[in-house]
């Protein structure tokens, strides 16, 4: 007996057998393409005029000695020796050209109340064999690649297949397992994210993984895989068919090479010198990794040149030293300043004078750069001297230099030479020079006991009463001492605003300015009684060795005794031993004289009266 049957889907047909000693049975067919063998269940039959379809209703076999099938739930008999024809009606758009195990379709028996369990599957055709078995209640398990059966867990089925995604269809393994055909890794220093590549073949995707088999998969679906590493790594990426899911036979190595970076372990300090001299920076490193450590300093943002492991350098600017190793691998050290300091310039030494008398001083000093007090003042240095800005000398050579706050030194300035010479008057007392103002070491005296017909030279000495002359009349000169109305003495006020008619001061000498009084004034005084510091007379020590001036040495100093004065009237004597009145060089008013006055308790350096009065003098140069 010959049956035909269309069957609706898959391949063509071949002979209807009993699967093991069960009811169920398989179509055992043949490609007529490619000569296959395939294996397909029964999914319903109908059996119209010899045609036999399934289009739904299940089929088994009836026991006993004949073959039959359940058709829509009757029982058909068919002789074993029957030939069975199969016609095969390909489905639309499904190829199947070569052997691979198909998720077949294999509901629980219980469902056809047929007794025990079958969880087997046979596969027909070459391993490697490759697919996805889908239960009923949604579980899956994966084909083994090398394998010819399997026994299934209870419960699953065999028959249409579903993939991971829930999409339905039949499962075509057709051709080699996809591969990884390139990969490429990656080498960064120090830790930090790297990024891996893997190329898969067409139609697959890479997944990878920590292991070369098993391991945990860390990134599914993606050529390229950007891990975060510290030391090396090595990742294993494998390709998979976004189809079949069928995965590479094995796994390819992708390696994340670390290098250490490396290690500064001394960093450069930053320095500060003085203008021209220069500042050293230095940094300690390994290699860390590879060949080194390598040097490579900059300055200002600039490359130096300079490959050591210490840099030194005149100039002024930010500097950092690049430490590399020959893996590529670099690292910064700190930034820090190189910073000049300021050093002042060669200062000018200057004196009062050039010359002094023997056994007085002048004033040296150096110039007044950074406006800072002169006492005890260590940014200006004489040396031998002082550490101050201003000294005062006798004769001899000199040099001085300038200390900025920083503490950096001026060069020397040039040789200044204080030459001494006898400065005697008459009175042998030495001269006193401030500033730029030579003192005479005595008041001015007459030649003529008359007063007249005479000339003005200086005392014997400086602690004597001397006579008086009254403003711009030099020709006479009144008495120092006597007592009473002055015969001839001329009431009336000079108009004259100077002392046009000459000083009353020997050839060469002057008297004093007021400015040159008040210097005099500033410089130091002290009053001093007769007999106190060597003086006869009671009077004042003026001049910056006033303090502790004495006769007859008067070092650094002057002495002006108290004469009084000659009243305007009559030309008598006021306050002889208790006040002094020494005439200045200009008016104070068309009316009065300027003088410089003193008291035992104080001076006044610039006062002055009516220019009928007579004073004393002492002249300057």
Request: with cysteine; glycine share 12%.
């Amino acid at each position: 007996n010959t049956l035909s049957f269309d069957i609706a889907w898959g391949p063509d047909g071949g002979r209807v057998t009993p699967w093991s000693d069960s009811v169920w049975v398989l179509i055992d067919y043949k490609d007529p393409a490619s000569g296959e063998l395939r294996r397909l269940p029964i999914a319903g039959a109908t059996v119209t005029a010899g045609q036999a379809t399934w289009p739904g209703a299940r089929a088994r076999l009836v026991a006993g000695n004949t073959t039959g099938f359940f058709v829509d739930g009757q029982a058909r008999a068919v002789d074993r020796a029957a030939t069975l024809t199969v016609r095969v009606t390909p489905q639309a758009g499904v190829t199947i050209s070569k052997p691979c195990v198909y998720a077949l379709d294999y509901p629980p028996l219980a469902t056809y109340g047929v007794a025990g369990s079958f969880n087997t599957v046979e596969l027909v055709g070459t391993a490697p064999f490759c697919g996805i078995i889908v239960n009923s209640a949604g579980g899956t398990m994966t084909f083994p690649s090398s394998e010819a059966s399997w026994t299934l867990p209870a419960g699953f089925r065999v028959g249409s297949y579903t993939d991971l995604s829930g999409n339905s269809g039949l499962v075509d393994c057709a051709g080699a397992l996809p591969t990884v055909t390139g990969s490429s890794g990656a080498v960064r220093c120090g830790s930090g994210v790297v990024t891996l590549s893997a190329t898969p073949s067409a139609g697959a995707t890479i997944d990878w993984y920590s292991a070369a088999t098993g391991g945990t998969l860390l990134l599914s679906g993606n050529t390229a895989y950007s891990p975060s590493v510290v030391t090396s790594m090595t990742y294993y990426a494998q390709a998979r068919n976004t189809g079949t899911q069928c995965t590479s036979a094995s796994r390819t190595a992708v390696v994340a090479m670390v290098n250490a970076l490396p290690v500064i372990s001394t960093q450069p300090v930053a320095a500060a010198v003085c203008a021209g001299n220069t500042n050293t920076f230095t940094v300690g490193a390994t290699a860390g990794s590879g060949v080194g450590p390598y040097y490579l300093w900059y300055q200002g943002g600039s490359a130096t040149g300079n490959t050591t492991n210490s840099f030194t350098t005149a100039t002024a600017g930010n500097v950092y030293a690049v430490v590399s190793n020959s893996n590529g691998c670099s690292v910064t050290s700190n930034t820090v300043a190189s910073t000049l300091l300021v050093t002042p310039p060669k200062p000018t030494l200057t004196a009062g004078t050039l010359t002094v008398c023997s056994g007085t001083l002048t004033t040296i000093s150096l110039p007044d750069w950074y406006g800072l007090p002169d006492v005890n003042e260590k940014n200006y240095h004489i040396p031998g001297l002082v550490w101050a800005r201003t000294a005062n000398v006798g004769a001899g050579t000199y040099m001085g230099q300038v200390q900025s706050p920083d503490g950096c030194w001026s060069v020397m300035s040039d040789v200044v030479t204080i030459a001494s010479e006898s400065c005697m008057g008459t009175c042998g007392a030495p001269n006193y020079t401030l500033g730029t103002t030579t003192w005479a070491g005595c008041n001015s005296t007459y030649t003529t006991a008359s007063g007249t017909g005479g000339a003005w030279v200086f005392a014997d000495r400086p602690d004597t009463y001397t006579p008086f002359v009254q403003w711009n009349k030099p020709s006479v000169a009144w008495s120092a001492t006597a007592s009473g109305t002055m015969t001839n003495w001329t009431s009336g006020t000079s108009t004259a605003s100077s002392w046009s008619k000459g000083y009353p001061c020997p050839a060469g000498w002057r008297l004093p300015t007021v400015a040159e009084f008040v210097a005099l004034h500033n410089a130091g005084t002290v009053w001093r009684a007769a007999g106190a510091n060597g003086n006869a007379v009671a009077g004042r020590f003026y001049g910056k060795g006033a303090s502790t001036c004495s006769l007859p040495s008067l070092s650094n100093c002057v002495f002006l005794p108290m004469c009084g004065l000659r009243r305007a009237g009559d030309g008598t004597i006021l306050g002889q031993g208790s006040r002094g009145y020494y005439w200045g060089k200009v008016e104070r008013t068309t009316s009065d004289g300027n003088y410089l006055r003193f008291l035992d308790s104080t001076s006044y350096p610039d006062d002055g009266d009516e220019k009928s009065y007579g004073a004393n003098s002492r002249c300057v140069q």
